[in-house]
């Protein structure tokens, strides 16, 4: 059980006086880890005091911070230089990897735009075609813009008339953007830079002149102010950006994050307001009236609601108001705001939905699986989508009078083919399927439900070889994420078949945070009941090891994000339970996680906050910095961050890593991989991507002692 605030104080205290004997530690690898000086910083949380001795490693830029870094990435390829499996493991990850991938195509102006990938290119690249038939052409390709394809293409929006694409760049995996403008035709980017962005789109005006964006203000050295209010502005194609026109701001709420939404007929312009994940505010105004102001049409701050499409005056969202599982609902503007339900809410999960070709198409999850419906206008059913097995389909993008949209789909053991879908015949025809360098064949999915510990059963997707004995005998690797109404569904991973390869098993639960069923279980997820994700982690570890998949010394944890936090926390509480551990960028430090900028202060709808009592002793009781144990035997953990990642800051892993470093009581190694030129994931180069993998189930077969593996 996680210890109580008091129980945590005396732990760091009394590791501060152990610094000098702890500073040595060596490991059964004999290497000794980094010395990391302990402060005597102690910070008062409604009367409880709790020391942060590593708080120095929040200065990312000093240089003893940065001498710490060093220090542990030097260790960490210390230990993979004596891995000799770790070259074969890369040689096969970089033949898998190398296979054609293509994106959802989508239409605007008689024109077709998608990302291609040939296969080993660090960047996708966005090509352009008339019609689909005909050999398509480069429009962008990110990997001009650096020699080590670490400057990425972020996002893109096509113009309504299809002649220009505003585009993002981000440097160095950065969740900071600079957009550009490029003409269609030409290739050419115009003179247009728009820069202070993070996390926005850019929507176009009707015609196709000019864009609305949100952006950041500035602080005195020049630099944007991420803790500052975002707010939305209207750039006119050959203007500069300073002399964009302010449309939306509100000071009195700095930590609302505003962004325009315009419909698909240019008649309205909505700003979509946010803090957090369980709810939205949205405003409207007419288009034309680019003076006038913007009138309240959700405000209550009651629900989340979804811009889906529009016809004249009557504006469709989907929302949860009323509807934990989700259901679409119109709102005409023109008919005081009158709402009407259109398609009611279903027993499953609604993900998403879209008005397409006059049709709503709407994805639905059944037991974290797709399935596609189909209903008119007036929310009567038409039909369903035949997909082509049980796994997971996105798309269905499209304009409301379109003939066609296209979808994709995939699973653990299908890779991601594209298909056309024709709206009035509802007939899919195959546009792309990839060739991959392996036997698929070989694996199979099962699904399973286990008992979490208040007796929630929770669904887990368990991929491996066909026709294996349960005798405990298999490596396997559990992975979960748990959070902001995020659902795991079956995909394919090229890292995750090199794993099954390996003679690894793969498992995946649906945790509850997540959206799989609906917003009671994200919330059954959150704040004061975030153990329920740590217990149900731990039950679908305890299951695999009854159930005979595994054992504990085969058994290894894997999350990043709020899923490294999720491997951090339960690494505390069930040290005993597993075999390795593969925590990235997580969020470690849960009493400050919200003080770098006021985007992580929005996950505090998840998390709750320090400052108020009652969430801080929940957060106090599983924050994995705060909850190490000096002496325990923690297992072999190689923990992952990059120094650009501005989302979860890397300070996290920093105090984590070397907190646990110093409380390690046995010789099973902690080692620290800080990636240069990468952030937070989004954005990583192939030739990154493999290195880190390759990294990682180096590290798994070497401490969960994996045999060779005989090939069929």
Excluded at 220 to 229: C, L, R
Excluded at 237 to 255: C, K, M, N, V
Excluded at 514 to 525: C, L, V
Aim: charged share 25%.
């Amino acid at each position: 059980m996680p210890a109580n605030p008091t129980t945590i104080l005396l732990v760091l205290l009394a590791a501060c006086l152990l610094t000098a004997c702890m500073s040595d530690q060596t490991t059964a690898f004999d290497v000794s880890y980094p010395e990391a000086r302990q402060s005597d910083q102690v910070d008062d949380y409604h009367g409880v005091e709790i020391a942060d001795p590593y708080r120095w490693l929040e200065e990312l830029d000093s240089a003893e911070t940065g001498a710490w870094i060093k220090a542990q990435n030097e260790l960490s390829a210390a230990y993979l230089d004596t891995l000799a499996h770790r070259e074969d493991i890369e040689r096969r990850l970089t033949e898998l990897w190398d296979y054609e991938r293509i994106g959802i195509p989508h239409k605007e102006g008689g024109r077709y735009f998608y990302l291609r990938n040939d296969g080993l290119q660090d960047q996708s690249v966005l090509l352009v075609s008339n019609d689909l038939a005909s050999e398509p052409r480069v429009l962008l390709d990110p990997n001009t813009f650096s020699s080590d394809g670490t400057v990425s293409l972020s996002s893109y929006r096509v113009s309504p008339d299809g002649s220009k694409v505003a585009y993002s760049v981000s440097d160095g995996g950065t969740d900071w953007k600079t957009w550009k403008i490029r003409d269609v035709s030409s290739g050419d980017d115009l003179s247009d830079e728009l820069r202070r962005t993070k996390f926005t789109t850019a929507e176009w005006t009707p015609d196709s002149q000019g864009l609305y964006y949100s952006r950041y203000p500035t602080k005195a050295s020049g630099e944007p102010d991420g803790s500052a209010a975002v707010r939305v502005f209207h750039h006119r194609l050959g203007d500069s950006q300073e002399e964009d026109t302010l449309i939306y701001e509100d000071a009195e709420h700095p930590t609302w994050q505003p962004y325009a939404e315009a419909t698909e007929d240019g008649r309205y312009l909505l700003i979509n307001i946010s803090e957090g994940y369980f709810s939205n505010a949205v405003l409207s105004r007419p288009m034309q009236e680019s003076d006038g102001e913007f009138l309240d049409l959700f405000t209550e701050w009651d629900a989340l609601y979804n811009l889906v499409g529009s016809l004249g005056s009557r504006l469709f969202f989907m929302t949860t108001k009323d509807a934990e599982n989700s259901r679409l609902i119109s709102v005409d503007l023109e008919d005081g705001n009158r709402l009407r339900e259109v398609v009611p809410e279903a027993e499953q999960r609604l993900e998403s939905i879209s008005l397409v070709g006059g049709r709503f198409v709407a994805r639905y999850l059944e037991n974290a699986r797709t399935a596609v419906k189909v209903f008119d206008l007036d929310g009567g059913k038409i039909g369903e989508v035949d997909l082509p097995g049980l796994g997971t389909a996105e798309g269905f993008y499209g304009k409301a009078d379109d003939a066609e949209t296209f979808y994709s789909f995939s699973s653990f053991t299908s890779p991601n083919e594209v298909h056309r879908y024709d709206v009035a015949t509802g007939e899919s025809t195959l546009f792309r399927a990839p060739q991959v360098d392996a036997d698929l064949e070989r694996f199979e999915t099962r699904q399973v439900f286990f008992d979490s510990r208040d007796g929630t059963k929770v669904p887990m997707f368990i991929t491996h070889r066909r026709g294996i004995d349960l005798d405990g005998s298999h490596p396997t690797l559990l992975y979960g994420y748990g959070g902001f109404d995020i659902s795991l569904t079956p995909v394919f991973r090229t890292d995750r078949l090199v794993w099954l390869e390996m003679g690894g098993i793969l498992a995946i639960p649906n945790l509850r945070g997540g959206g799989e069923y609906g917003e009671s279980w994200h919330r059954a997820g959150t704040k004061l009941q975030k153990q329920n994700v740590f217990d149900d982690f731990i039950a679908a570890a305890e299951y695999l090891i009854a159930e005979s998949y595994t054992s504990t010394a085969k058994l290894a944890i894997q999350g990043g994000s709020n899923g490294g936090l999720l491997v951090g926390a339960v690494l505390n509480q069930r040290p005993d339970l597993f075999g390795a551990a593969l925590p990235a960028v997580g969020v470690m430090d849960m009493l400050r996680y919200h003080l770098p900028s006021s985007n992580a202060r929005a996950w505090s709808s998840d998390y709750g906050l320090s400052e108020n009592e009652d969430e801080f002793h929940a957060l106090a009781a599983y924050s994995p910095y705060h909850n190490l144990s000096d002496g325990s035997c923690y297992p072999p953990t190689w923990i992952n961050t990059a120094d650009h990642d501005d989302r979860v800051v890397p300070w996290h892993t920093f105090k984590y890593t070397a907190r646990l470093q110093t409380a390690q009581g046995c010789d099973n190694p902690i080692l620290l991989r800080v990636e240069t030129r990468a952030g937070h994931g989004a954005g990583k180069p192939t030739w990154m991507q493999i290195e880190e993998v390759a990294d990682r189930w180096a590290f798994l077969k070497e401490v969960l002692e994996m045999d060779p593996v005989d090939e069929d």
